[in-house]
Structure formats: structure tokens, C-alpha cells
């Protein structure tokens, strides 16, 4: 009977040829039949014919049912071919089209077999790659750390993992993740199945992160040195060119400079080379300085280019937000000038100042004479009146709901307590201060101590009581002295009209001389004259008017002008019109058709 073939897979790892394992034709089949019935014929007899008829049909039996049972064995022999095919098949597409790839190296380190994705990776064709070293593709840095792993993996049988650059056909490198892991071959002897996965993406995605991460670090570190408080800006951009150069791709070869309107900050190396880039820090619209970020040297990342899009966009960010915080330091600074001029102008006033919320009452800046920076943030009404609640009409209007009411300023005079209860007369000047929107905010109050001027005036006013009393008494007594000099000017009048008129009368008589004549005449001139203030005509008239308006009204008795008169008393026209009217009240001339001089000459 023929023996069945037994079949066997081949090694993991080597592509077999079908041919080897099938005849080459139908008659070297024959062939081959026919010598092993030769070597077989001892079995059956040399002459048929010698033969019964039931061994003949025991022969032709056998012979029958010997090849149907070849058929069956052909036919099994079919079916196990195909399925071989789709296992071979199936072997390829798991072996050879792998996304990763798979070398088999035996213990010196040479490719043996290598599938296709490997051979993808490392840019060569099948047959270069057979019995070349594996070695020859590790970058050489990481030669040390390849050697080490594969020496572990032959003593110890333990798997072993390591990451790290491969060099493709053309140069080009990319990184790469090696699991070793020991196999037996077809001869038993041991290789090393090596797995190449490209880690090249999860790689630069892991320095992007970790650049990503050393940009952010240098926002926050940025972030942190500018809120610092009471910084100084030239500590702020010492700081900062300090900075930059951890962040860059390359920090051992990184350096940095900032210019800013003619000051220089940078790192120590600094110097300018043909890998640099810059970004203008700009300042309310206008170059104020520049940026600059520079390598000392060449790197193999140079070739496609310097920098990374990402440093480019960071150094941007990184001036622009400088040039904003130089514009917000200088506003500050600004500011607190202006705050500080502000402060010191208001206590320079030396009368109370206060900006009060109109909302709620809160003082929100004060002069020190007021009470400065002790007084903000209480209430108007608790430092100025001793109040809990804000003021109402019934004690004295309050500024701000006056303002409220009208939104006009306010003024008048308010009663203020000072800290030792002492009572102020304050005249106040409040005036509002609006929102954009027209909404009321502020209150401006500016305020005069006129207590002084007020218990003055009260002094004045007791005083002028007293000099009121003092002047009616002072009155009472020129009255009774004028009656008095009237009674006594009456009774010399009398007696010079009883007792000299007729001696003078009769000496004038009885004097015939002339010159005696004269000299009566001179003598009674001068009583005359001498009496005259007791003849009741002018003096008395006149003896209400002031110097002045009695000399206006002598100038009037002698024909003057108004023009005149106020030619020579050289005032206005209108002072000298004041004088007449004056003059006609005084002599109860008012409303009266009567002419001032024909008035005035009458008294004579």
C-alpha cells in the first residue's frame, strides 16, 4: 500500500516556494511509479497464467480497491494543498503587510529575514537587507544603548524594549521602538524576532508637548514676575531676556538680548549669528525696541530652518505683551504722579476738601483738613455731624440730597462738630459729579470755616447794640445841649438887642466925628459878626449837613455849576447831583419847588 505524506509548516519568518514541495509533471509521476513496482515485483508472480480465475478476480480486486483508495488519498491530498495555499496566504498578509515590522537577526546581529513593512521603514529592497548587520541602522549615538539590550536579550531569554533613531536609505533618521524577543529556527538554533514600530508621530508629538509645556511655563513664569508688586520695569526685562532661552528648542546654545529705547538687556553670550530672529516691541503704535533671540551654533535641524513656528508666535507674544506692560507701567507711573500731584495740591488747601459717594454716603478722598487719609471710607454724616444716618431737613439740608433733588450745585452754611464736639460754622460749596451715562456718583464739597467770621460778626453786633444805646444817649444829650446853646445864644442876642443896640444906636447918634462914626461902625460889624451864629439864619439851617455838603453848598450860593463844583472838588458829576439832593433833604427842600440858591442866600 502507498504511505500518506506528511506535511509540516515551515519557520515564522521565511518565505517558502511552493514548487519545492510538488512534482515537476504528470511523468515523472509515472516514473517514479513504475520503479517502486519494480522494487515491489518480488511480491507478485513472474506469470499470470499460472493463476486461477478467483485469484485473478482476489487480484483484480485488490487492485480496484487499491485505487480508489489512491483516489481518495490524491483527493485528501488536493484539499490539504489548498488550504497550505490559503494558510500561506494568510501567513503573508500577517507577516509581510504588518503594520510593524518584523526582522529576524541571529545572534551576530545579521538580517536573516525581514518583512515588507521593514523594509518600507528602512527605505531598502528585500535582498539588501539579507545578512546585513542590523547595527548598521542604529544612529550611533545610540549604538551603546542598542548593544546593551541585545546582549541582555541573549543571556537572560528576557524580552527586551528600547526607543531610539534608525537611519533610512537616505540619511534620514526616524525613531523607532525595538522589541527583542528570542526565537528557535528551522536548524533549533536561536535568532532574535526584532520588531520595529515607527514612533516618529507619538515622538514629535511628545516634543511638541514638551516644547509646548516649556512655552507655557515661560507665560506663567512671565506672568508671575509681572504681577509682582512694586517691580521695576528694568528688573521685569532683566528677568525676562533670562528666561527666554529655557524655552527655546535648543536652551544650551539659546541666547537673548532686549533693546528698549536705547538700553540693552541680554544674556551673557549673546552675540549676533546667522540663526537668529526678532520681534519688534511696539509701544502706542510706534517702534520703542526689539526683541532678539539668537543659536551660537549649528544644529542638524537647522537645514529646515532655525526656529519653530511656535518660538516665532511665542517671542511675538512675548513682546507685544511686553510693549502692554511698558504702556500700563508708564500709565501707572503716570497715575501716581498724578495722584500724588493731586494729593498734594488738595492739602495744599487749606480749607476741608471731600469727594463723597453719592450712593452711599462713603468719603472717598479728603485733605488733610478734613482729616485725610483717616476719614476715607466712613461716612460724610459720622465725621462731620456725629450722625448714624445721613442728615435731614429737620436738623440742616444735606449737599448731597439737595444735589440729588435738583442736580445743581449747592451752597450755604452748614453746622458742622469738630472732634471735640465743638460746633463749626461751615460754608459749604457742593457741586455733583456724573457718570457718562449722566448718573450721579460723586459729590465735590469744598468747605470754609466761618466761625471765627461768625462769633466776629456777633461781637459787631453786640457792639453796635451798645454804640446804638451809646448814640441815643449821645443824641438825647447834643439835643439838650443845642437847646441849651439856643437859650443862651437867645438871651446874649436879647441881650446885645436891649443892652448895646441902643448904646451903639446912641453913640452913632452923638458922635460927630468921622472917624469915631467909622469906628462905631466897625464895632457893630463885628458884634455882628460875632453874633451871628445866634441869628438863627444859616447855622441853624445848616447844621445837619457834612463838611462836604456845606461846602458844596457855599460853592452853590456863590453861582457855581455842578460842572464846576465837580471840577473843583474833582469828583463825578454825579457825586456833586448826590450833595444837592442831599442838601435839599436835609433843609426839607425835597419835592418842593424851590430853587437851592435862591434858598441858600435867603438865610444870609
Given at each position: 500500500m502507498v504511505q500518506h505524506a506528511h506535511h509540516t509548516l515551515p519557520y515564522q519568518g521565511y518565505i517558502l516556494n511552493n514548487k519545492d514541495n510538488q512534482p515537476d509533471s504528470a511523468s515523472e509521476l509515472r516514473r517514479r511509479a513504475e520503479k517502486k513496482i519494480k522494487q515491489e515485483t518480488g511480491a507478485l508472480p513472474d506469470d499470470f497464467t499460472t493463476l486461477s480465475r478467483e485469484e485473478i478476480g482476489e487480484l483484480i480486486h485488490e487492485l480496484e480497491v487499491h485505487k480508489i483508495e489512491l483516489q481518495m488519498q490524491n483527493d485528501e491530498l488536493c484539499a490539504a494543498q489548498e488550504e497550505l495555499e490559503l494558510s500561506r496566504k494568510r501567513y503573508f498578509d500577517l507577516y509581510?503587510?504588518?503594520?510593524?515590522?518584523?526582522?529576524?537577526?541571529?545572534?551576530?546581529?545579521?538580517?536573516?529575514?525581514?518583512?515588507?513593512?521593514?523594509?518600507?521603514?528602512?527605505?531598502?529592497?528585500?535582498?539588501?537587507?539579507?545578512?546585513?548587520?542590523?547595527?548598521?541602522?542604529?544612529?550611533?549615538?545610540?549604538?551603546?544603548?542598542?548593544?546593551?539590550?541585545?546582549?541582555?536579550?541573549?543571556?537572560?531569554?528576557?524580552?527586551?524594549?528600547?526607543?531610539?533613531?534608525?537611519?533610512?536609505?537616505?540619511?534620514?533618521?526616524?525613531?523607532?521602538?525595538?522589541?527583542?524577543?528570542?526565537?528557535?529556527?528551522?536548524?533549533?538554533?536561536?535568532?532574535?524576532?526584532?520588531?520595529?514600530?515607527?514612533?516618529?508621530?507619538s515622538k514629535r508629538l511628545e516634543y511638541a508637548l514638551k516644547e509646548r509645556i516649556k512655552k507655557l511655563n515661560l507665560l506663567f513664569r512671565f506672568s508671575d514676575l509681572l504681577e509682582k508688586p512694586e517691580i521695576s520695569l528694568n528688573e521685569v526685562l532683566k528677568t525676562t531676556v533670562l528666561m527666554i532661552p529655557q524655552a527655546w528648542q535648543f536652551p544650551g546654545i539659546a541666547e537673548a538680548c532686549i533693546e528698549l529705547e536705547g538700553q540693552i538687556f541680554q544674556t551673557k553670550g549673546f552675540r549676533k549669528t546667522q540663526w537668529m530672529q526678532t520681534s519688534d516691541i511696539v509701544i502706542q503704535g510706534k517702534k520703542a525696541g526689539q526683541m532678539t533671540v539668537c543659536y551660537t551654533e549649528n544644529r542638524p535641524a537647522f537645514n529646515e530652518g532655525s526656529f519653530l513656528i511656535e518660538e516665532s508666535c511665542l517671542l511675538n507674544t512675548i513682546s507685544e505683551r511686553l510693549g502692554r506692560i511698558i504702556?500700563?507701567?508708564?500709565?501707572?507711573?503716570?497715575?501716581?504722579?498724578?495722584?500724588?500731584?493731586?494729593?498734594?495740591?488738595?492739602?495744599?488747601?487749606?480749607?476741608?476738601?471731600?469727594?463723597?459717594?453719592?450712593?452711599?454716603?462713603?468719603?472717598?478722598?479728603?485733605?488733610?483738613?478734613?482729616?485725610?487719609?483717616?476719614?476715607?471710607?466712613?461716612?460724610?454724616?459720622?465725621?462731620?455731624?456725629?450722625?448714624?444716618?445721613?442728615?435731614?431737613?429737620?436738623?440742616?439740608?444735606?449737599?448731597?440730597?439737595?444735589?440729588?433733588?435738583?442736580?445743581?450745585?449747592?451752597?450755604?452754611?452748614?453746622?458742622?462738630?469738630?472732634?471735640?464736639?465743638?460746633?463749626?460754622?461751615?460754608?459749604?460749596?457742593?457741586?455733583?459729579?456724573?457718570?457718562?451715562?449722566?448718573?450721579?456718583?460723586?459729590?465735590?464739597?469744598?468747605?470754609?470755616?466761618?466761625?471765627?467770621?461768625?462769633?466776629?460778626?456777633?461781637?459787631?453786633?453786640?457792639?453796635?447794640?451798645?454804640?446804638?444805646?451809646m448814640n441815643a444817649a449821645l443824641k438825647v444829650l447834643l439835643k439838650r445841649r443845642e437847646l441849651d446853646k439856643e437859650e443862651i445864644g437867645q438871651n446874649i442876642f436879647a441881650n446885645y438887642q436891649i443892652v448895646l443896640t441902643p448904646i451903639i444906636q446912641n453913640l452913632k447918634n452923638t458922635l460927630t466925628q468921622e472917624d469915631q462914626r467909622e469906628i462905631i461902625q466897625i464895632l457893630e460889624l463885628r458884634l455882628k459878626n460875632i453874633l451871628s451864629p445866634f441869628s438863627k439864619k444859616l447855622s441853624d439851617k445848616l447844621i445837619n449837613l457834612t463838611p462836604t455838603e456845606i461846602h458844596v453848598a457855599h460853592l452853590i450860593k456863590s453861582g457855581k455849576s455842578n460842572k464846576e463844583i465837580s471840577q473843583i472838588l474833582n469828583c463825578s458829576f454825579h457825586t456833586v447831583s448826590r450833595h444837592r439832593d442831599n442838601i435839599r433833604a436835609k433843609t426839607n427842600l425835597k419835592n418842593k419847588k424851590i430853587n437851592l440858591r435862591s434858598f441858600l442866600l435867603s438865610l444870609e
Open positions: 509581510n503587510l504588518a503594520p510593524v515590522g518584523y526582522c529576524v537577526v541571529n545572534e551576530k546581529g545579521f538580517i536573516q529575514d525581514v518583512n515588507l513593512t521593514a523594509v518600507t521603514l528602512l527605505g531598502r529592497i528585500r535582498r539588501d537587507l539579507i545578512n546585513r548587520p542590523i547595527s548598521e541602522f542604529i544612529l550611533s549615538e545610540d549604538y551603546l544603548r542598542y548593544h546593551r539590550h541585545w546582549k541582555i536579550v541573549f543571556e537572560t531569554g528576557q524580552p527586551q524594549t528600547i526607543e531610539l533613531q534608525m537611519l533610512r536609505n537616505d540619511k534620514s533618521l526616524f525613531w523607532t521602538r525595538l522589541d527583542f524577543m528570542i526565537a528557535k529556527n528551522a536548524g533549533q538554533s536561536s535568532v532574535c524576532q526584532v520588531t520595529l514600530t515607527d514612533i516618529s508621530e504702556e500700563r507701567v508708564r500709565l501707572t507711573e503716570a497715575v501716581k504722579h498724578s495722584e500724588m500731584f493731586l494729593r498734594t495740591t488738595i492739602n495744599s488747601i487749606t480749607n476741608p476738601f471731600v469727594v463723597i459717594n453719592a450712593s452711599d454716603y462713603t468719603i472717598e478722598l479728603a485733605n488733610n483738613a478734613y482729616g485725610g487719609e483717616k476719614v476715607i471710607g466712613l461716612k460724610c454724616h459720622a465725621v462731620a455731624h456725629h450722625r448714624s444716618t445721613p442728615c435731614t431737613d429737620d436738623d440742616h439740608p444735606c449737599p448731597v440730597q439737595e444735589i440729588k433733588r435738583t442736580g445743581k450745585p449747592f451752597i450755604g452754611e452748614l453746622l458742622h462738630y469738630d472732634d471735640q464736639g465743638n460746633q463749626l460754622n461751615m460754608e459749604t460749596y457742593a457741586f455733583p459729579i456724573f457718570e457718562p451715562n449722566g448718573q450721579l456718583c460723586r459729590v465735590l464739597e469744598y468747605q470754609i470755616d466761618i466761625t471765627a467770621h461768625r462769633q466776629t460778626e456777633l461781637k459787631l453786633e453786640q457792639k453796635a447794640a451798645e454804640l446804638k444805646e
